[in-house]
């Protein structure tokens, strides 16, 4: 199923921490790249956290040290763990994957959004 299911979005004050949640049903996140992007009114969606083709770790350089992306072993769901939240982080928050076929990109899948706001 092509299909990701975002929660855990809400509201909270600076800070604070949020977890994120993305799941799918036919183990995407061991097959294919995946990560979390965000998104604010008039700016372009860019990428905060992410796997690489070898299930390392990249981080955004405005997240590094306070964001924390993981997954179940059976790649059914992706975690985002945002500590020290600040208002700056306040965006929707879209988990993805990318398709690739023979090593070709094939598709882009997205999460419906979640909104996280931090208040100051």
């Known amino acids: 199923q092509r299909q990701l299911v975002e929660s855990g979005g809400g509201s909270v004050q600076a800070g604070g921490s949020l977890r994120l949640t993305c799941s799918n049903s036919?183990?995407?996140?061991?097959?294919?790249?995946s990560g979390w992007y965000r998104q604010t009114p008039g700016k372009e969606r860019d990428w905060v956290a992410r796997?690489?083709?070898?299930?390392?770790?990249h981080y955004a350089d405005s997240v590094k040290g306070r964001f924390t992306i993981s997954k179940d072993s059976d790649g059914n769901t992706m975690y985002l763990q945002m500590d020290d939240l600040k208002p700056e982080d306040t965006a929707v928050y879209y988990c993805h994957y990318e398709e690739l076929r023979n090593f070709e990109k094939v598709g882009d899948y997205w999460g419906q959004g979640t909104q996280v706001t931090v208040t100051s």
């Open positions: 036919r183990n995407i996140f061991s097959i294919y790249n």
């Open positions: 796997f690489d083709a070898h299930d390392t770790a």
